[in-house]
């Protein structure tokens, strides 16, 4: 069998204090790396150090150094959503009394005290994420890790996990990992991301300073009402440089180009064919697929 | 990949063992109120049911004691082996596993505190079933003082067996058959009385950690009860329980970092 790498020759420098992101389709080896660096799973080479500490020697400590919030909510899906929270802080080490005021404090803040009682497997995708959420901060830790945190939940829910993360970092500059697979989010929430594709990091900026990368092109999509009427010369002159899914075309032109095409498309015999267009200065998604990234799976919402 | 390499930061404590153990103790024992009730039920009518087939075989006598102990501890069996297998194994599966992994938690803390909501989680519905047995077959009560002793004893060397099975199967599927498998071996070797087995079942018998459980609890049906004996037996679940959670700890690690 071929030696399978899912990460390999990554290195990453997160500064304290920053929100920093990982970004990339699934499949990328984003939660390889953040298993790595929640002592979960070993690196055969390289090292990781968190806040002065080595855990490739000492993976235990990563436990007394981060909050991780995974994937999956097995583990508290049967607990109400009080005792999901009183719990883990209990096992971070809190005593019977903090854990409880810490879990009244959080389920507070993130406006979870009227679903306290309800068992997690009870409540919405969105709320179970939220109440995890909550459970990986009762015990407060220098650094949170964050895997795809608001996954299902609704703009108020969003609205109070980044609430919730700045206070974190006023208060006594918390450093965040988030790992996400979402465009907006990454543009709106992150100081830095690091862009992962298939085990490399294919670049690593603000998110302004990836996009200022491809600020010579502007996106163009056009919508096609049926199929694209190849007939038309300035449609097939466009079709080589379009990425096509079903009626969707997406191109990425410099601003002139965009501007004949958008004259061409709109104002000829092409325009009866024609359902919908827009031109938009690049995204994340832009930057992604302009660095080579070669998978599909960044979400958009 | 590093993150602040300036200061070196103090590390948070870790959760004590004890304290821990409570937490995970009290949360399971809650997730088996909502989740395993229905399941208790079964458990009790299961043995209920065997005791009812069983007393048309069965007139009394030595055979009756071992009945009644038998179906008694099978409801242990079927929560402490069973579903605690099916548990883990599920909980690995999923990466359930990580949470507590990434909690500065005594890997012992989450089993022990498991394995004793599980075993604990049984106790009304093995009273249920010793006590039916008993007006069934007609045996004195006096003596079911003991299944508080029997039940945390046997429920120990059971639940570990359990946690260690759903720990180190390969597969989620695996995992379950093995705890099936488990109980079905207590149930036929734990009911069943011994006169009547040939000699490589009595011997695969004696190998059951819980058959000295029902052992205990049958001889205290006796007019006389021979404590020493009942006493020996009880140590040999003791030792057979420290041991399986031993191996189920270790089973935990192994699983919770890989």
Known sequence: MPETRA????????????????????????STLVRQLTGLLRPDTGSVTLLGHDLVGHPERASRL????????????????????????????????????????????????????????????????????????????????????TTGMD??????????????????????????????????????????????????????????????????????????????????????????????????????????????????????ALDDFTLATPSLEDVYLALGGRMKGLVKA | MSAGAVAVAELAPRARFFPALAAVYRAQLSRARVARIPLLFVATFQSVGIMILMRG???????????????????????????????????????????????????????????????????????????????????????LWILAAVVPLAGAALAGLGAALGLLAPRQELATLAGQLGMSAALLLGVLPPERMPGVIVWARDLLPSTYGVEAFARTFAPHPDWATVAFDLGVCGAVGVLSLAVATWAYRRAAVG
């Open chain 1, 7 to 30: 990460t390999d020759g990554i290195s990453l420098d997160v500064r304290r204090g920053e929100i920093f992101g990982l970004l990339g389709p699934n499949g990328a080896g984003k």
């Open chain 1, 66 to 149: 981060l909050a991780y919030l995974g994937q999956e909510s097995t583990a508290l899906d049967e607990l109400t959503v009080a005792l999901a929270a009183e719990t883990t802080g209990r096992l971070r080490g809190l005593g019977a009394r903090q854990a409880r005021a810490a879990r009244d404090a959080v389920l507070e803040e993130l406006g979870l005290t009227e679903i306290a009682g309800r068992p997690l497997k009870k409540l919405s995708g969105g709320q179970r994420r939220l109440a995890c959420f909550a459970a990986a901060l009762v015990g407060e830790r220098p650094v949170l890790v964050l895997d795809e945190p």
């Open chain 1, 155 to 272: 703009p108020v829910a969003r609205r109070a996990v980044w609430s919730a993360v700045d206070r974190r970092r006023e208060r006594h500059g918390a450093t965040v990992l988030l790992v996400t697979h979402n465009v907006i989010e990454a543009e709106t929430v992150l100081d830095r991301v690091a862009v992962v594709d298939q085990g490399k990091v294919i670049a690593c900026d603000t998110p302004a300073g990836l996009k200022a990368k491809v600020s010579g092109e502007v996106r163009l999509e056009l919508v096609w009402r049926t199929g694209a009427p190849r007939e038309v010369p300035e449609v097939a002159a466009l079709a080589p440089l379009a990425v096509a899914s079903g009626r969707r075309w997406v191109l990425r032109l410099p601003p002139d180009e965009a501007r004949a095409a958008v004259a061409a498309v709109t104002g000829g015999p092409a325009f009866a």
């Open chain 2, 57 to 143: 075989v069965v007139d009394g006598g030595s055979e009756a004691r071992a009945v009644v102990a038998g179906s008694s501890v099978l409801v242990v069996a079927f929560v402490a082996l069973n579903l605690l297998a099916q548990y883990f194994g599920q909980l690995r599966a999923s990466g359930g596993l990580d949470h507590y992994a990434t909690l500065p938690v005594p890997p012992a803390s989450v089993v022990l505190g498991a394995a004793a909501a599980y075993a604990s989680f049984t106790l009304p519905g093995t009273l249920v079933t010793a006590v039916f047995g008993c007006l069934l077959f007609g045996l004195p009560m006096g003596g």
